[in-house]
């Protein structure tokens, strides 16, 4: 069984540009946080498969519906 995840939008910025990603977050890790941003950074199985800047992330969302 393929355990759920979530899509989230992540928003940086670089030099005066922006640019987005999109990466999939499983979605008991999402639920256990308040905050999105604390999951992103801080969760375990985050952070040993995701690398986030975090001084250039300005924006993090769940994409929800089509």
Request: hydrophobic share 45%.
């Amino acid at each position: 069984m393929t355990e759920a995840t979530v899509q989230v939008k992540l928003v940086f910025a670089d030099r005066g540009s922006f640019h987005e990603i999109f990466v999939q977050v499983p979605a008991a890790v999402v639920d256990r946080y308040e905050r999105l941003i604390d999951a992103l950074r801080e969760d375990p199985e985050v952070t040993h498969s995701i690398h986030i800047d975090a001084k250039r992330l300005v924006a993090a969302y769940v994409e929800t519906g089509p």
